[in-house]
């Protein structure tokens, strides 16, 4: 289902110039919940949002002191879902459900309360936190979007979806922080995707990516391949053509000519 979900498409280098919520052409920088239509826009995504003050529309309520408002709407919500489902987990599964339904259709907002309400309903719910670290990157929030997306992977560490998409809201933020823990994080988790799941196309296509920041050509060509050899329609000739320009292709498949 996360296959038809999140973000766009990137455009790494040069090809980090186009940077938007949802954004650009090319797939290196693509989340693994993603295939919405590309945007033309080129304008970068930012940590920032318009100020929200209903905790509804805020990732897990605003992770604030409840009002008493707010606690006794949750307890109308969950006797209400006590009466209609079967347990609290499959009604969190349903909310969760709606969630990345109203994502795919743009309505961030939605979204989150959905998102929201599904974790009221169980906390161990790793998919709403997944949907609400996407929700987070499409408002622009990277730093909410990481947190998001490692509380999902604190809760279920075997999610490889999951994983690459926090590896890859890792690599995005490094184009503004340059700050090498992101690199490291995404480094060990991509390191844990493929010990968990060594065809994971996409997990080498982002290794490959995190290579060729780290200046290891060689290793991100090797990535690169690999990526082709298991979905060779996950290949991004932008980021390519940036790795011909530090360094042509050891094999000699792909080169400036193609």
């Known amino acids: ?134 929700m987070c990157y499409h408002q622009g929030r990277l730093t909410d979007a990481e947190r998001m997306l490692r509380k999902g992977a604190d809760i279920d560490s075997m999610n490889v979806g999951l994983l690459v998409d926090l590896a890859t809201v890792d690599l995005i933020h490094f184009k503004d922080s340059k700050d090498n823990w992101e690199l490291i994080e995404a480094d060990q988790i991509l390191s844990r995707v493929l010990r968990i799941d060594s065809t994971n196309a996409n997990a080498y296509l982002k290794k490959s990516v995190l290579e060729y920041h780290k200046e290891n050509y060689d290793a991100a060509w090797a990535n690169l391949h690999k990526t082709r050899l298991l979905d060779a329609e996950l290949l991004d000739y932008e980021f390519m053509k940036e790795l011909l320009s530090k360094k042509c292709d050891p094999e000699g498949i792909f080169s400036t000519q193609n």
Request: hydrophobic content about 40%; proline content about 4%.
């Open 1 to 134: 289902m996360k296959e038809i979900l999140s973000l766009s498409h990137f455009v790494l280098g040069s090809f980090w110039a186009i940077l938007a919520p949802v954004v650009a052409s090319a797939q290196a920088m693509q989340f693994v919940s993603s295939s919405r239509p590309a945007d033309t826009s080129t304008q970068v995504a930012k940590e920032s949002a318009p100020a929200v003050k209903n905790p509804h529309l805020l990732p897990l309520f605003g992770e604030t002191s409840k009002s008493v408002e707010q606690i006794e709407f949750e307890i109308h919500f969950l006797n209400d879902c006590d009466q209609n489902f079967a347990s609290r987990s499959e009604a969190s599964q349903f909310f969760s459900a709606r969630g990345w339904d109203y994502l795919q259709e743009g309505e961030l907002d939605t979204a989150c309360y959905r998102f929201n309400l599904a974790y009221l309903l169980d906390n161990k719910n790793s998919d709403c936190l997944w949907g609400l670290g996407v």
